[in-house]
T-cell receptor, first 113, second 114 residues
Framework: SQTIHQWPATLVQPVGSPLSLECTVE??????LYWYRQAAGRGLQLLFY??????ISSEVPQNLSASRPQDRQFILSSKKLLLSDSGFYLC????????????FGPGTRLTVL | QKEVEQDPGPLSVPEGAIVSLNCTYS??????FMWYRQYSRKGPELLMY????GNKEDGRFTAQVDKSSKYISLFIRDSQPSDSATYLC??????????????FGKGTLLTVNP
């Protein structure tokens, strides 16, 4: 069966510091991968998605970036965090080829102080 | 008008009640409909997935889609305290290609009181 991991689970960072969140998927090959941010009262905001290694599409202009160095690894980064980057970050995966259902990881709660 | 509207609640019901959760949407291209359950501080988990209009049942959960009214519902029978969570509706237009984006409602917070 497929599993998705995210780490760290919780992170507290000062403004201006860098960020690296990691997501890995097990039990499937060539998944579509997604990064979302969930802020209170604002729902799920799609940040990036990837259909393959090195292929990243950005949904929202911001100071975040994403990379997919391996088939089942997805990384969310920032060079300098802003207060507004605080939130709950979720990674998700789906099968390619027409199936829309996305499966979410446990999330990373980021607080920027 | 937002693409997907969902009443945020909160909704509080006694144990054993029938719960009705709803979403409306404006994009007639949406074809795939999902319901996710999210416990506090956890990632959303898929509950139900439907493609066409009509009902789909899974245990105590029933998903209903009315494409003519652009309205979807999730019914929970014999609700339990363990059903207390935020419920998110999601939908997709399946526009082709190898990536499929979901449009989410903001979620309804449900509390089932013992």
């Amino acid at each position: 069966s497929q599993t998705i991991h995210q780490w760290p689970a919780t992170l507290v960072q000062p403004v201006g510091s860098p960020l690296s969140l990691e997501c890995t998927v097990e039990g499937t090959s060539n998944p579509n991968l997604y990064w979302y941010r969930q802020a209170a009262g604002r729902g799920l905001q799609l940040l990036f998605y990837s259909v393959g290694i090195g292929q990243i599409s950005s949904e929202v202009p911001q100071n975040l970036s994403a990379s997919r160095p391996q088939d089942r690894q997805f990384i969310l980064s920032s060079k300098k965090l802003l207060l507004s980057d605080s939130g709950f970050y979720l990674c998700a995966w789906s099968l390619g080829g027409g199936l829309d259902t996305q499966y979410f990881g446990p999330g990373t709660r980021l607080t920027v102080l | 008008q937002k693409e997907v509207e969902q009443d945020p609640g909160p909704l509080s019901v006694p144990e054993g009640a029938i719960v009705s959760l709803n979403c409306t949407y404006s994009n007639s291209a949406f074809q795939y409909f999902m319901w996710y359950r999210q416990y506090s501080r956890k990632g959303p988990e898929l509950l139900m997935y439907t493609y066409s209009s009509g009902n789909k049942e899974d245990g105590r959960f029933t998903a209903q889609v009315d494409k003519s009214s652009k309205y979807i519902s999730l019914f929970i029978r014999d609700s339990q305290p363990s059903d207390s969570a935020t419920y998110l509706c999601a939908m997709s237009a399946n526009s082709g290609g190898s990536n499929y984006k979901l449009t989410f409602g903001k979620g309804t917070l449900l509390t089932v009181n013992p």
